[in-house]
């Protein structure tokens, strides 16, 4: 009964490659988010997904592409991989768009070589 | 532009006894929610706590209890009676009803020691 499940927990892949990380709440929740943590655990926010329409599409390359099949999924797709991207990618949900409390994902570690 | 600063980068507290976490924020706008999550080393994000701007009172949460100072922008987070579960990253996070996002700070590691 996992709130928000992200599949792989683990991803490690070589440079210039394409992956995908899964992201699927069973909360009932109108909108899903993505966050990027770097090494020193700063987390910032890349997208948000409010049933089904983008709302926020932080700076980030467009190498990374979210896709929000339905309001339960969003999934993160990145192209041409760089060393940079190695981080932990945490997917959240929460009720509305703003004012509600945003419940996380256990994360995926990506490592790129 | 909204920050959030947490000035503690690690701390230690003693199984049973109290600590409190700061936080800090910046903000021109006077709606917004604060939160206070904590990270175990599983890295799942957790939420502990939540307060509204507009609320005075302290928000609570078992042995979790926040001291929110509404003019002076500070947001610390009391843990009472610690346990060693409690060992984990805490974030504080602030959250507008004009940007849209969240913010979080840096983080604040904290040990729970036996």
């Known amino acids: 009964d996992t709130a928000v499940s992200q599949t792989p927990k683990y991803l490690v892949t070589q440079m210039g490659n394409d992956k995908s990380i899964k992201c699927e709440q069973n909360l009932g929740h109108d909108t899903m988010y993505w966050y990027k943590q770097d090494s020193k655990k700063f987390l910032k926010i890349m997208f948000s997904?409010?049933?089904?329409?983008?709302?926020i599409n932080e700076t980030v390359p467009n190498r990374f592409s979210p896709k929000s099949p339905d309001k339960a999924h969003l999934n993160l797709h990145i192209n041409s991989l760089e060393l940079g991207d190695s981080a932990v990618y945490f997917c959240a949900s929460s009720q509305g768009f703003y004012t509600d409390t945003q419940y996380f994902g256990p994360g995926t570690r990506l490592t790129v070589l | 532009a909204q920050t959030v600063t947490q000035s503690q980068p690690e701390m230690s507290v003693q199984e049973a006894e109290t600590v409190t976490l700061s936080c800090t924020y910046d903000t021109s706008e006077n709606n917004y929610y604060l939160f206070w999550y904590k990270q175990p080393p599983s890295r799942q994000m957790i939420l502990v706590i939540r307060?509204?701007?507009?609320?005075?009172q302290n928000a609570t949460e078992n042995r979790f209890s926040v001291n929110f100072q509404k003019a002076a922008k500070s947001f610390s987070l009391k843990i009472s009676d610690s346990q060693l579960g409690d060992t984990a990253m805490y974030f504080c996070a602030f959250m507008s009803s004009g940007t849209y996002k969240y913010i979080f700070g840096t983080g604040t590691r904290l040990k729970v020691l036996a």
């Open positions: 307060q509204e701007a507009y609320k005075q």
């Open positions: 997904y409010n049933n089904k329409e983008l709302i």
